[in-house]
Structure formats: C-alpha cells, structure tokens
C-alpha cells in the first residue's frame, strides 16, 4: 500500500510521500515532496522516475553533509532538489514537510528556477513565472 497523496497548488500538482520508496511511474515529472532526508539513497530511489522537483529533508545535514548530499547527485542529473531544515518540519512526515518547511539547502537547478531558502508552502503557493508554475501537470 503507498502512502502516495496528492495537493494542487500554483505550482502545480504535488505528491506527497512520507517514504521515498513508495515512488511510482504516475509520480515522474511531478513535485514530489518527501520526508525522507536528501540523502544519496533517497536521491538514487528518486531517479527511478525523476521529479520535476524534489522537496526532502535534510535530517539535520549530519556527519560530511550525508544529510544533504543527494541534492548535488540530483544537479548532476539536472533535477531540481531542496531541504527543509531539520528544525522546521518533522522527518518522515510529507505533510509537515511541505505545511511547516523552510527550505535551507538548494541546489543550482532549484536555484534557477528561482526557489530560496525561506518557507516552502509560501513559495510553491504563490504564483510565479510560467517556469516555476509550470514544474508539474495539472
């Protein structure tokens, strides 16, 4: 059974996955905010069907940045990926990922589309240029 949900906002439809291993093909090309950290092996099982964003945790970044680290595999392969800090939302919990979150570490494709560090909901909420509200299929 997938802990798979899904919320509209004005960047467009977001999936919500406490686990990333719960992925599937439907979820490719889609904002999938998870609460597992950005870690290598939450970013290698998030490229099974690459998000148009990928929104994890940083579950308080830990030894040599192993917290954060699946943030620039997922630059290499140009997706676009940030973490809330691991004070601001609960790890594990979508939900509080995406309602309490304050992005605290981005990647350059994450930058290029304009995100900042600052609360999550707010930014994907509001509406934005043609690029950014175009990140998801309606």
């Known amino acids: 059974m997938t802990s798979a949900r899904t919320r509209s906002l004005a960047a467009g439809r977001i999936v919500l996955l406490d686990d ?38 940083d579950a308080g970044v830990g030894k040599d940045g192993a917290g954060t680290a699946g943030l620039d595999r997922l630059a290499d392969v140009h997706v ?5 800090a691991h004070d601001s939302a609960r790890l594990g919990d979508a939900e509080d990922v995406l309602e309490q979150g304050r992005i605290a570490h981005l990647n350059a494709p994450a930058r290029a589309l304009g995100l900042e560090e600052g609360p999550l909901l707010r930014q994907l909420a509001r509406p934005r240029s043609a690029h950014v509200r175009k990140l998801s299929p309606a």
């Open 80 to 84: 676009p990926a940030v973490a809330v």
């Open 20 to 57: 990333a291993g719960d992925l599937a093909a439907d979820h490719a090309g889609r904002i999938v905010v998870c609460g597992d950290p950005a870690t290598l092996r939450t970013a290698r099982a998030l490229l099974r069907y690459p998000p148009s964003l990928a929104v994890l945790h």
